[in-house]
């Protein structure tokens, strides 16, 4: 289906279409509406100003979004979760990175032994070891493979003391990086070919939700850290460049796109999350997007006056565990989780004003807190356009697999 994000408005559905056009599907099912989708693919390009943007595959996690997304201007290429992810993609895309280490040796030899794969898969790594490990499994025979740089993108105050980031590469600063990319050049089986650095304490947090007190603290903390990456950024790249030739620089993340994409040294963005617009996303100030992805269960029982039960519902995001690691019921108006019992494998009990005209059968959607993970529970995402159920396609799950 690749193509058929062209003709869709990027006008979000009303949830009366919504509810309409799904009528017939039996719960728990999830949708995506294919109208907020594009409106958000289209606000990402424009936040890219001409950079492309490099789907991270993580967090569509269904072949045919992500081709209909990669047939549209601004996007090229994947950044896929898992070396076995990225072989299973290469066939249909030519220029996928694997965004992590990895020490799959059954995917690695059949890259090793490939000459199309390993001239479409890019590995990534941030340590000699790695490069060992990689060399220990395949051997010197084949193709050269290609390698990325996973450079730290955090903020380190106080002699490396505070740590503002998540905790990936060992690689922070020119030297480090370049150390290890004149290890890569000087070892006949690797091709150095890029290098990466994720912002998350940028991208991934946001800045407008809280306490003023919490709003502040998080804008100071990623004014600060914009500041320093952007010039550490340019140090490492032009360090690198001046003894390897880069295809590519990939930064940033759907909650820093235009301010990445702003700086010189950096050549493509990754996202995807975005396309989605999870409820994590409510929090940033500068972001324009609109919920696309959605799933519906259904009313079970009423315990009592106050309180509508729904059929599971446990669908809880990964990352540090809280509230906001929750689904959160969005339709009918007026619904809640409770304190004590939230989202649960078996039950959701909801209260709130729109649990009163609640009967068993009636549908409650929810958003997922986290854009990818919505797929690793259901087989089918139902696409809607409009008035009209477009397609019926398979998640990964769908297709049999559950790469991480």
Request: charged letters at 20%.
């Amino acid at each position: 289906m690749p193509g058929f994000l062209t003709d869709v408005a990027p006008t979000p559905t009303t949830w009366d279409a919504l509810g309409a056009v799904t009528a017939h599907l039996e719960t728990p099912f999830a949708v995506v509406d294919l109208g907020a989708l594009r409106a958000n693919l289209d606000a990402m390009v424009t936040s890219a100003a001409g950079k492309p943007i490099r789907l991270a595959t993580k967090s569509v996690r269904c072949r045919e979004v992500a081709r209909g997304v990669l047939s549209e201007p601004g996007f090229n290429g994947v950044l896929a979760l898992t070396l076995a992810e990225a072989l299973w993609l290469a066939p249909d895309v030519s220029d996928v990175v694997v965004g992590y280490p990895t020490t799959d040796r059954e995917s690695l030899l059949r890259l090793a032994d490939d000459e199309t794969l390993a001239a479409r898969v890019t590995l990534m790594v941030d340590s000699p070891e790695q490069l060992d490990f990689i060399e220990s499994v395949v051997g010197s025979a084949g193709p050269p493979l290609r390698i990325c740089l996973d450079v730290d993108a955090s903020l380190r105050l106080l002699g490396g003391r505070v740590h503002l980031g998540t905790r990936r590469s060992p690689l922070h600063d020119p030297a480090a990086t370049v150390a290890l990319a004149r290890d890569v050049l000087d070892r006949p089986k690797f091709a150095l070919v890029g290098l990466m650095a994720y912002e998350a304490q940028i991208a991934g947090i946001g800045d407008d939700s809280g306490s003023r007190l919490h709003k502040a603290q998080i804008r100071t903390m990623q004014s600060m850290s914009g500041r320093e990456l952007r010039d550490r950024r340019a140090a490492v790249v032009a360090a690198v460049r001046e003894i390897a030739t880069l295809e590519f620089v990939n930064g940033g993340g759907t909650g820093s796109i235009a301010a990445t994409a702003s700086e010189s040294a950096v050549t493509e963005i990754a996202a995807g999350s975005g396309l989605y617009c999870p409820t994590l996303f409510d929090g940033y100030r500068r972001l324009s997007l609109h919920p696309a992805a959605f799933f519906v269960t259904s009313v079970v029982r009423r315990p009592s006056a106050e309180f509508a039960t729904v059929l599971g519902g446990g669908w809880v995001a990964s990352g540090a565990s809280g509230t906001d690691r929750l689904p959160t019921p969005v339709w009918p108006d007026g619904l809640e989780l409770t304190a004590l019992e939230g989202a649960g494998e078996a039950q959701t009990p909801l209260r709130g004003v729109g649990v009163g005209s609640l009967q068993a059968g009636d549908r409650v959607w929810f958003r997922h807190a986290k854009a990818g993970e919505l797929c690793e529970r259901v087989n089918t995402l139902h696409l809607v356009s409009g008035d009209r159920l477009l397609a019926s396609v398979p998640t990964y799950r769908g297709e049999g697999h559950a790469f991480l």
